[in-house]
């Protein structure tokens, strides 16, 4: 399974990301957890200590490995790099493991919104395209709201990419967005997960809003979530409804992708 979620700031894309990483991994599945997010935070929702996190690396920003990788120090613009640097290996080295899952953090590569194409960028792209394309185990990428990143063969090994909506129509607008950008780049399945919900009204006047992007389910606002967050902790740890409900969305995707 290889998934990538998506949708709006702070509409919950890292607490479902790193939930239904943890799902797999319980399943005992090889996981890999990416953040792809430039303001990374995947790790701790995943249950590592802050301490930790602070001082996990971003690849991007792995001076001397873009060097050997790509032939060129990280911020060159232009000039002579490799675009599709040795990266087999990486996975391997580079991710630490965490409640058994393996969490990789990208970095921050976009230089002002323009998807440059500069070392750093030329080495997270080949890595993730090696992690979803070359490889069997499932892969979670928490992604910002931009995808622009995300290689059009990367997109296209894709096994799903999932939205994540609140409800309110701002981040429904950010959905119809993103749903077009997917398209550009060769997306084929897109799904919506409606978090935060309050009643089931409210998730019917979103679905509704949504029309012509299937939702996969909805996912409860709770208070759970909210002090796991608080406390620099794992919602899977302290959420058991988080998790039901997740496991949910996963197993009708299963469903959804092998019925196609
Ligand atoms: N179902 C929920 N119920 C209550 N709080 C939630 C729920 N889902 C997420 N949250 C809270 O909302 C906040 C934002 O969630 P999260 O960080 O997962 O969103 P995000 O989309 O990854 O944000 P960003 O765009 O900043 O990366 C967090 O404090 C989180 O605990
Ligand atoms: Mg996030």
Known sequence: MKLAITGKGGVGKTTI??????????????????????????????????????????????????????GAKPGTIGGFFKLNPRVDDLPETLAREVNGVKVMVMGGIDHGGTGCVCPE???VRTMMR???????????????AGIEHLARSTAEGMDALVIVVEPGMRSVQTAKTISRLAKDIGVERLFIVVNKVRDEEEAKRIEA???G??????????AATREADLSGQSAYDKDPQLVEKVSELAKRLEQLLNTE
């Open 209 to 211: 809003a949504v029309p």
């Open 213 to 222: 992007i299937p939702v996969l389910g909805y996912v409860s606002e709770s």
């Open 130 to 144: 090696h992690l979803v394309v070359d490889r069997d185990d499932v892969v979670i990428m928490d992604m910002e």
């Open 121 to 123: 960028s030329a080495l």
């Open 17 to 70: 990301s790193s939930t239904l990483a943890r799902y797999y991994a319980d399943q005992g599945k090889t996981v890999f957890a990416v953040d792809a997010d430039p303001d990374a935070n995947l790790s701790v929702a995943i249950g590592m200590e802050m301490e930790e996190a602070l001082e996990f690396t971003p690849i991007a920003e792995m001076k001397d490995l873009v060097i050997e990788r790509t």
